[in-house]
């Protein structure tokens, strides 16, 4: 069975066909390097990350390259803002970028390409456009004729009659006016004081957003690649400029397969700084009580890749439940494994992704996992797969605790555990020693006591998110809850 994608070009799910046999070329549209990361950004390149390690899973040789626009209006407009430079500013947020990406295991690119690298490639590529005759020079500007491109708005499913110009947020009254249609795009920006510029054909100035990517793309991957990424608000007017640009050029598909992200809401309300709902990466990460790194990859996996996200607490509380259930399955090996007599027992010592392992994996969870995948990556699905085998893990922990015996055969036991690790892996959840937070943490045991009195208070009091929150806190410190018949909850470390 092949990987289905649904291609946002033609709007259905397709079979996976790379060009080549085995090996993907894929290309994400990275950061506007002017501002910390926020939600937005913490969703799509999680949501890249999960797509390249599965295919890589998979068996396919993967070329993952993602840009930095570090040169842009937005970073020209804070360097003023903070009397500093646009390279100070773009240096800054790449470093955050890396720092912030990091902390959510989301593994680097192959390559990372800049714009102010790719300067060359940009003004050759205007170059050509305007032999073609789609593009014109105008008072030291050069703009994209788009009405000369018969295919533009394929990817979008838009009409030039009932679009807009100008949505990118990038254009300047002065553009406007020099422009012979108010639908075309600056390739090419004529310098302003105090700005950098390069020397061009045109005079000096820097290239516009859009012929950024188009360069940067045929620089590193070449004419035509399997797979562009990015988020569903990059779909117009961005990917469908640079559909324009490098088709034009080339004569050549830019992409086989569009892929886009769904967009992240706060409390059901589209995230922006005006409403004051915005929030960045570290500033959830770092937050008191806040969550666990891989809760949020968990709350990003457990939405299909394209719809909307809507973040809550309540989902941030039952993502943090869901982490704790799967950690403490990752963990089972670890903390028991020795005692089961098993061989491999910590998930370090594990063969990588590529390798057979030494004891053959839980083919039924192997199947309804890379089904689900399969099926353009439906990670929610394959998350409930792990769910599964953790909590068959957490079951027999806790009749190892309470009895001293387990009601399934040791070999069994190691075949679901290596195979919850080794999945999980596949989408970047990495175990965290429980008995490492515990210490760190240094929770004592009548601060148990008292925040199991509060949970059993919130739940009298059917405040059940409230009561949720606490035991997914104590399971991240290391402290397993067991509620008896009663109303009585015992835990143990």
Known sequence: MSVAIYNTLSRQKEAFQPLVPNQVKMYCCGVTVYDYCHLGHARSYIVWDT??????????????????????????????????????????????????????????????????????????????????????????????SVRKFDGYGKLSGRKLD?????????????????????FDFALWKSAK???????????????????????????RLGETIDIHVGGADLQFPHHENEIAQSEAATGQPLATYWMHNGMVNVDGTKMSKSLGNFTTIRGLLDAPDAPNPMAIRMFVMQAQYRMPLDFTEE???????????????????????????WQRSHPDNLPNNQSTPSIPLDKTALSQFQASMDDDFNTPRAVAVLFGLAKELQRQRNLIVHTGQRDTNSAALERQWQTLVQLAQVLGLEAQAISSVASADQIGDPDV?????????????????????????????????????????????
């Not at 039952?318 to 020795?338: I, P, R, S």
């Open 162 to 182: 009932d679009m807009r110009a100008g949505e990118s947020g990038r254009t300047d009254a002065i553009q406007t006016q020099i422009k012979r249609d108010p």
């Open 193 to 219: 004081p105090d700005e950098p510029a390069w020397d061009s054909p045109w005079g000096m100035g820097r290239p516009g957003w859009h012929i950024e990517c188009s360069a940067m793309v045929r620089d």
């Open 315 to 341: 989902a941030i509380i039952a993502a943090t439940k869901g982490w704790a259930t799967l950690n403490e399955g990752l963990n089972f090996g670890v903390q028991y494994g020795d005692q089961l007599g």
């Open 449 to 493: 006591e008292t925040l199991i009195a509060q949970r059993t208070a919130a739940k009298q009091a059917k405040n059940y998110a409230e009561s949720d929150r606490i035991r997914a806190n104590l399971s991240a410190k290391g402290i397993t809850l067991i509620d008896k018949p009663g109303g009585v909850t015992i835990w143990h470390r």
């Open 51 to 144: 797509v390249r390690r599965y295919l890589t899973w998979r068996g396919y040789d993967v070329r993952y390259v993602q840009n930095f626009t570090d040169i842009d209006d937005k970073i020209l407009n804070r360097a003023r803002q903070e009397n500093s430079s646009m390279k100070a500013v773009a240096e800054k947020y790449t470093g955050a970028y890396f720092e912030d990406m990091a902390r959510l295991n989301i593994l680097e690119a192959n390559e990372y390409t800049y714009a102010t690298h790719t300067i060359d490639g940009i003004k050759r590529l205007i170059h050509e456009l305007e032999q073609k005759g789609y593009a014109y020079p105008a008072e030291g500007d050069v703009y994209y």
